[in-house]
């Protein structure tokens, strides 16, 4: 079956350094890929999509692209906000009828400034 | 647009009492989800529907019933709750189903003592 695999974390960075949450993935077809971030006290809201192989989604100063010969979805921020502070998920699922979201536990992120 | 709302926030139960989580959303999907969310597993999805007056089962379904008898509202029901049933859920919904954004709620934080 599918799976997303990512650290738990925490990560703790300090405020402008450089962000890097891995995200894996093992997948029966290909499949549509996201992040979704999810601040204290919230839901999860989408922060970014790739729905191809070497797609890069974008938003925020975050970007990720779809890796398929590393099946990888690696995100990235070039200088983190204290703001940033949430926990981040890799998620996959597919296109077409009703497709399950497979998502990763998820990684803390925490910046202190 | 309020997007997805949940009510209550936050509930504590006696194992054995029953209640209903109430989840609502004004973007008119077709789709909606309930999770649960426990640290260190990320999100699993307990029931799904793919449109007014339909429910299927999740991963974990085992211990819940839900209900859509109208296309904003998604009913969680819990006929006798256990300590296990400790949790965060998550009420989510997306306008189609594969390879689509997934819209969440605030969270429902339940405990079960």
């Known amino acids: 079956g599918d799976s997303v695999t990512q650290m738990e974390g925490p990560v703790t960075l300090s405020e402008e350094a450089f962000l890097t949450i891995n995200c894996t993935y093992t997948?029966?077809?290909?499949?549509?890929l996201f992040w979704y971030v999810q601040y204290p006290g919230e839901g999860l809201q989408l922060l970014l999509k790739?729905?191809?192989?070497?797609d890069k989604g974008s938003n925020k100063g975050f970007e990720a692209t779809y890796r398929k010969e590393t099946t990888s979805f690696h995100l990235e921020k070039g200088s983190v906000q204290v703001s940033d502070s949430a926990v981040y998920f890799c998620?996959?699922?597919?296109?077409?009828?009703?497709?399950?979201?497979?998502f990763g536990i998820g990684t803390k992120l925490q910046v202190i400034p | 647009n309020a997007g997805v709302t949940q009510t209550p926030k936050f509930r504590v139960l006696k194992t054995g009492q029953s209640m209903t989580l109430l989840c609502a959303q004004d973007?008119?999907?077709?789709?909606m989800y309930w999770y649960r969310q426990d640290p260190g597993m990320g999100l699993r999805l307990i029931h799904y529907?793919?449109?007014?007056?339909?429910?299927a089962k999740g991963e974990v379904p085992d211990g819940y019933n839900v209900s859509r008898l109208k296309k904003q509202n998604f009913l969680l029901g819990l006929e006798s709750a256990a300590p296990s049933q400790t949790s965060v859920y998550f009420c989510?919904?997306?306008?189609?189903?594969?390879?689509?954004?997934?819209?969440f709620g605030p969270g429902t934080r339940l405990l079960v003592l």
């Open positions: 989510a919904s997306s306008r189609l189903a594969g390879g689509e954004t997934q819209y």
């Open positions: 529907s793919v449109g007014e007056g339909t429910t």
């Open positions: 973007m008119n999907h077709e789709y």
């Open positions: 790739a729905t191809k192989a070497d």
């Open positions: 997948a029966t077809g290909y499949p549509s």
């Open positions: 998620a996959l699922t597919y296109s077409g009828g009703y497709q399950k979201v497979t």
